[in-house]
């Protein structure tokens, strides 16, 4: 049988109580950091997902139109990647070649046209303001004589410095040095060979 002790300490203190509520908080600031960091990389994962898709969306514009292809031909200057479609671009694109027929190169140029609204965001617009791009979103296509392919690229402004795309591959300038600290441009790139075929 237990006697009743008076001396004895029964059940938690305040200063236990007041330990495992630190803890707790801990724990609770170290989930929400981990939250923010997860958000963070889904938010430049969405990025370079939309960058593939509007890579891509070029690819298949120059392969279906292939006898024109020299038309959609914009960043003649491959060390600074210019000039380039999509953010602070103004002109209206125009062939520039006489590649292709007439009607080749007006679909070039209604392509050209289509793809800088998509890269300044023109899918998605909410209260009159295009908000379906990347952010600072802007588009090279480039032609190297020497090995007879173009490069599509685009490049986009990175949430956090990660590392300059140029490290990686020296070719890798659409955007160079417009983006602040060139740890946080981004860029994808796709590269297209189109076979003369007789």
């Known amino acids: 049988m237990c006697k009743f002790n008076p001396g004895k300490q029964l059940g938690l203190s305040m200063l236990e109580v007041l330990i495992s509520l630190l803890i707790l908080v801990f724990g ?3 989930m929400i950091g981990l939250q923010a960091r997860a958000q963070l990389g889904t938010f430049e994962s969405y990025q370079r997902g939309q960058a593939l898709i509007l890579a891509q969306d070029m690819v ?3 392969l279906i139109n292939r006898d024109a292809a020299s038309c959609y031909v914009i960043t003649t200057n491959t060390t600074s990647g210019t000039p380039y479609f999509g953010t602070s671009y103004t002109s209206t694109p125009a062939c520039a070649t006489a ?3 007439a ?3 007006a679909r070039a140029a209604a392509d050209m046209l289509e793809w800088d609204g998509a890269l300044k965001g023109a899918a ?3 209260g009159g303001v295009q908000v379906g791009g990347l952010l600072g979103a802007r588009g ?3 032609f190297d004589t020497t090995t007879n392919r173009y490069r599509i690229a685009v490049a986009w402004q990175g949430m956090a410095s990660t590392v300059a795309p140029t490290a990686g591959d020296a070719l890798a300038t659409c955007g160079k ?3 602040g600290a060139e740890a946080q441009r981004r860029e994808v790139s796709v590269t297209l ?3 003369t075929l007789s």
């Open 99 to 101: 590649a292709g027929t």
């Open 193 to 195: 060979m189109i076979a």
């Open 60 to 62: 298949d514009r120059l």
């Open 103 to 105: 009607d080749m190169q």
């Open 124 to 126: 998605e617009v909410s």
């Open 140 to 142: 090279c296509i480039s």
């Open 177 to 179: 040095d417009l983006y």
């Open 28 to 30: 609770l600031l170290g």
